[in-house]
């Protein structure tokens, strides 16, 4: 089992930029997959990056060229980088892992074991 908690969300202007981090704990880090989703108050679960054990990185077409997903592994920890901030960048920003024997889809909820407790941004107009 491995443990996550989100921080570095806050309240920023439209065009603003926010650095959020996933801390992780429980077991190795780097045996792990790891994504960002976001939740909006009325709307589901959506995915936003994720960076694969390949290094691969991915991203929903919204946040393309805006988001960026990163990771320290000696820190045990993952970021997301978000520059660009729109209003409808507003959500609960979610970190979630998934072991190396996962498979499925990389954006899809289900197919990530662990998850975070999440961290509200806000981006007013």
């Known amino acids: 089992q491995v443990q996550l908690v989100e921080s570095g969300g806050g309240l920023v202007q439209a065009g603003g930029s926010l650095r959020l981090s996933c801390a992780a704990s429980g077991r190795a880090f780097n045996t792990y997959a790891m994504g960002w989703f976001r939740q909006a108050p009325g709307k589901e679960r959506g995915f936003v990056a994720a960076?694969?054990?390949?290094?691969?990185?991915y991203y929903a077409d919204s946040v393309k060229g805006r988001f960026t997903i990163s990771s320290d592994n000696a820190k045990s920890t993952v970021y997301l980088q978000m520059n660009g901030l729109k209003p409808e960048d507003t959500a609960v920003y979610y970190c979630?892992?998934?072991?190396?024997?996962?498979?499925?889809?990389?954006?899809?909820?289900?197919?990530?074991?662990?998850w975070g407790q999440g961290t509200q941004v806000t981006v007013s107009s």
């Open positions: 979630a892992a998934r072991p190396a024997s996962a498979g499925g889809r990389y954006d899809r909820t289900y197919n990530y074991a662990h």
């Open positions: 960076l694969l054990l390949s290094g691969g990185t």
